[in-house]
């Protein structure tokens, strides 16, 4: 046993602490879980050790959920606690189907926020920073975790909901706002709209731009992008989701490499078809069990985001990152969803690695990926907007053609079109339209 690593030793050890106390508090008074793991001949056997709880632990999926909340409006039973317990109330955002609703006690928020400080403090956020939040406060839990971590570091929160990107960037200049959260698509909208008016910061002042709700900040192409638009500022990459929390941070040292927060999750990743684990270096699913949230938890809950483990997470023996962490890494962050890939034409193509292709052109300003087809005759064309200085839209637009030619070996047709003829987002972009009809 020695030559184990003591570093991973400690979170196994306190995951399995964790864990068993979560399981104790949960078991029987969560309606949901405690019937699902008498039906799977799980219950009381299931955590000796964290391959023994993965061995005997049946997987929670978003139908499971979702069919449980419609069973038992309006929150399910997924509830430890009775409903007086709970204060906090949010939802998914309803992009892959009906929202999830998501109760939280005292207790599981915090736990919330202190993963989320954890998030804040591998950024390098201190309490000298200024902090302007780029989005519309709703039911979607991170911007109220992020607001609220941000605010117990003792760091200065402004918030820019429902506001116009001309009075946010004039907020960004006027109250010296150090660090931006927003997604990485909003981020490169405010650039543009700042190139449009005018504005502009004074050099250095912003120093980070904290991304997440879509996998760009992982992505070298949009990272290099973003921190071209926006001199001086490091492009910061987390994730996390209504029904977890805030997941991962990026490493400090290796820009485009998560880290689990493993204190707050145990995480697995499996093959999507099979279940099984993959090996370092394979893309499989996201499994996640939240350890904290005990008045609304997942054990095993398949998040549907393909990663890249750089480790055999279960493995003690593994050395430390460059950064001095021993946490679970993930290699160039979220990758996609299991959901998203598209086949076209014998190809399997993910967003992400469209994303990669078109950012990699300075000279696009916005772009719509158009998919027509069904029953394995996916067609997919690509519609691009040209920065105003790009002085050749059709040599753009053929060399992106072939850039695709070479990246997938696909033919995907490429059509310029006018300026600001295609939509911008503050939240997730959504760039893919889908068809049923033919292709032309």
Same mark, same amino acid.
């Given at each position: 046993?020695?030559?184990?690593?003591?570093?991973?030793?400690?979170?196994?050890?306190?995951?399995?602490?964790?864990?068993?106390?979560?399981?104790?508090?949960?078991?029987?008074?969560?309606?949901?879980?405690?019937?699902?793991?008498?039906?799977?001949?799980?219950?009381?056997?299931?955590?000796?050790?964290?391959?023994?709880?993965?061995?005997?632990?049946?997987?929670?999926?978003?139908?499971?959920?979702?069919?449980?909340?419609?069973?038992?409006?309006?929150?399910?039973?997924?509830?430890?606690?009775?409903?007086?317990?709970?204060?906090?109330?949010?939802?998914?955002?309803?992009?892959?189907?009906?929202?999830?609703?998501?109760?939280?006690?005292?207790?599981?928020?915090?736990?919330?926020?202190?993963?989320?400080?954890?998030?804040?403090?591998?950024?390098?956020?201190?309490?000298?920073?200024?902090?302007?939040?780029?989005?519309?406060?709703?039911?979607?839990?991170?911007?109220?975790?992020?607001?609220? +971590?941000?605010?117990?570091? @003792?760091? =200065?929160?402004?918030?820019?909901? &429902?506001?116009? $990107? /001309?009075?946010? *960037? !004039?907020?960004?200049?006027?109250?010296?706002?150090?660090?931006?959260?927003?997604?990485?698509?909003?981020?490169?909208?405010?650039?543009?709209?700042?190139?449009?008016?005018?504005?502009?910061?004074?050099?250095?002042?912003?120093?980070?731009?904290?991304?997440?709700?879509?996998?760009?900040?992982?992505?070298?192409?949009?990272?290099?992008?973003?921190?071209?638009?926006?001199?001086?500022?490091?492009?910061?990459?987390?994730?996390?989701?209504?029904?977890?929390?805030?997941?991962?941070?990026?490493?400090?040292?290796?820009?485009?490499?998560?880290?689990?927060?493993?204190?707050?999750?145990?995480?697995?990743?499996?093959?999507?078809?099979?279940?099984?684990?993959? +090996?370092?270096?394979?893309? @499989?699913? =996201?499994?996640?069990?939240?350890? &904290?949230?005990? $008045? /609304?938890?997942? *054990? !095993?809950?398949?998040?549907?985001?393909?990663?890249?483990?750089?480790?055999?997470?279960?493995?003690?023996?593994?050395?430390?990152?460059?950064?001095?962490?021993?946490?679970?890494?993930?290699?160039?962050?979220?990758?996609?969803?299991?959901?998203?890939?598209?086949?076209?034409?014998?190809?399997?193509?993910?967003?992400?690695?469209?994303?990669?292709?078109?950012?990699?052109?300075?000279?696009?300003?916005?772009?719509?990926?158009?998919?027509?087809?069904?029953?394995?005759?996916?067609?997919?064309?690509?519609?691009?907007?040209?920065?105003?200085?790009?002085?050749?839209?059709?040599?753009?637009?053929?060399?992106?053609?072939?850039?695709?030619?070479?990246?997938?070996?696909?033919?995907?047709?490429?059509?310029?079109?006018?300026?600001?003829?295609?939509?911008?987002?503050?939240?997730?972009? !959504?760039?893919?339209?889908?068809?049923?009809?033919?292709?032309?």
């Amino acid at each position: 046993m020695s030559n184990i690593h003591p570093g991973r030793r400690l979170i196994v050890a306190g995951q399995l602490q964790r864990l068993n106390a979560l399981v104790q508090a949960i078991l029987p008074a969560n309606p949901f879980y405690a019937a699902r793991l008498q039906a799977a001949g799980a219950h009381g056997k299931l955590c000796a050790s964290l391959s023994d709880f993965a061995a005997n632990c049946p997987f929670t999926t978003k139908q499971d959920i979702a069919a449980d909340q419609l069973a038992r409006p309006p929150y399910g039973t997924n509830l430890t606690f009775p409903i007086e317990r709970y204060t906090r109330y949010h939802q998914t955002s309803g992009t892959m189907g009906t929202p999830i609703r998501w109760l939280d006690t005292p207790e599981s928020w915090d736990g919330l926020v202190q993963s989320w400080l954890e998030v804040l403090q591998a950024a390098d956020v201190t309490a000298n920073d200024h902090l302007l939040f780029a989005f519309s406060f709703g039911p979607f839990i991170g911007f109220w975790l992020a607001f609220e +971590a941000a605010s117990r570091l @003792g760091a =200065l929160c402004i918030p820019a909901g &429902g506001l116009a $990107g /001309s009075a946010r *960037l !004039r907020m960004l200049r006027d109250l010296q706002a150090t660090v931006l959260c927003c997604t990485p698509t909003y981020a490169l909208h405010l650039a543009e709209a700042a190139a449009k008016e005018g504005v502009e910061l004074a050099p250095g002042q912003l120093r980070r731009l904290i991304v997440a709700g879509e996998p760009g900040g992982s992505i070298p192409a949009t990272r290099a992008r973003l921190e071209k638009l926006w001199p001086g500022a490091r492009v910061f990459d987390h994730h996390g989701m209504t029904e977890v929390g805030p997941v991962t941070h990026e490493c400090p040292d290796q820009p485009g490499v998560l880290h689990v927060i493993e204190s707050a999750y145990l995480a697995e990743v499996i093959n999507p078809a099979t279940g099984n684990a993959v +090996a370092p270096g394979e893309i @499989g699913e =996201l499994v996640l069990t939240t350890l &904290g949230r005990t $008045g /609304s938890p997942l *054990l !095993r809950y398949r998040t549907g985001d393909l990663v890249k483990p750089g480790f055999d997470w279960r493995d003690s023996h593994t050395k430390p990152c460059a950064c001095g962490r021993s946490t679970l890494t993930l290699q160039g962050g979220i990758l996609g969803r299991t959901d998203d890939m598209v086949i076209v034409r014998g190809v399997n193509v993910y967003p992400s690695g469209v994303e990669e292709i078109v950012r990699a052109f300075p000279e696009v300003a916005e772009y719509q990926v158009s998919l027509a087809g069904a029953n394995g005759l996916v067609e997919m064309e690509l519609r691009v907007e040209p920065t105003a200085d790009c002085v050749d839209p059709s040599g753009l637009a053929q060399r992106l053609q072939r850039a695709f030619q070479a990246a997938l070996s696909l033919r995907v047709p490429v059509t310029a079109v006018p300026p600001n003829s295609l939509p911008r987002f503050e939240m997730k972009g !959504r760039r893919w339209v889908t068809s049923t009809a033919p292709g032309p």
